[in-house]
């Protein structure tokens, strides 16, 4: 099946910084790009929808301002997540989507750690 | 918007038993219906997915159904073993954005 990487898998920052994750579509061009947040056993909740070269639509109550996104190539999406405090620690997950089959895949997910 | 509602939260059976998993989903005109395994720590893994324009379908122990007049699908998994312990995510699809389910952490006992 399609690869879906991220990068990094862990990361811990002191409160204030910024982090960039990044999510790669390797074997595949990604028409759509997903991001997802995952607190400790909760459910995946979608945080925006990127498409290649256009703005990112965010969800409801996802501050676009502190969650920026850039899908500038088929095959690479970022998060970056500005100003961290504790309350964004959380798993997030990128998933890379092919319009035309409707099916998506996946990244292995990012662990971020604000102290 | 589109909401999806899964039951059970937690599911413990014995090895060998079966185990069933619902979900219902809102959006009528949603199209598109997979599931997911999450092992703790990693991304969710799809097993299974079913289309709007099939009713049932099977891979080895794993099983899908969708009656899409009462907006249900259900995740079935015969003969269990222990390393499919996880939790499982049903999500619906429609435009490509997939909304998922609460989850629910099967456990399966040797």
């Known amino acids: 099946g399609a690869v879906v990487s991220q990068h990094p898998s862990r990361v811990i920052c002191k409160s204030g910084t910024s982090v960039k994750i990044e999510c790669r579509s390797l074997?595949?061009?990604?028409?759509?790009m997903f991001w997802y947040r995952q607190f400790p056993k909760q459910s995946l909740m979608l945080m925006a929808t990127?498409?290649?070269?256009?703005?990112?639509?965010?969800e409801q109550g996802v501050e676009k301002d502190k969650f920026l996104i850039n899908h500038a190539s088929l095959t690479l999406s970022t998060l970056t997540v500005t100003s961290a405090h504790p309350e964004d620690s959380s798993f997030y997950i990128c998933?890379?989507?092919?319009?035309?089959?409707?099916?998506?895949?996946f990244g292995p997910g990012t662990r971020l750690t604000v102290l | 918007g589109e909401n999806v509602e899964q039951h059970p939260s937690t599911l413990s059976v014995q090895e060998g038993d079966s185990a069933v998993i619902k979900c219902t989903y809102s959006d009528s005109a949603s199209n598109y219906f997979p599931w997911y395994k999450q092992e703790l720590g990693k991304g969710p893994q799809l097993i299974i997915d079913?289309?709007?324009?099939?009713g049932e379908k099977k891979d080895q122990r794993i099983a899908v159904t969708l009656n899409k007049t009462a907006k249900h699908f259900s995740l079935h998994i015969t003969e269990t073993q222990p390393e499919d312990s996880a939790v499982y995510f049903c999500a619906a699809s429609v435009g490509g954005k997939l909304i998922f389910g609460q989850g629910t952490e099967l456990s399966v006992k040797p």
């Open positions: 990127s498409n290649e070269g256009s703005k990112a639509t965010y």
């Open positions: 079913i289309r709007s324009n099939v």
């Open positions: 998933m890379a989507g092919v319009t035309s089959t409707d099916t998506q895949y």
């Open positions: 074997d595949f061009q990604a028409t759509t």
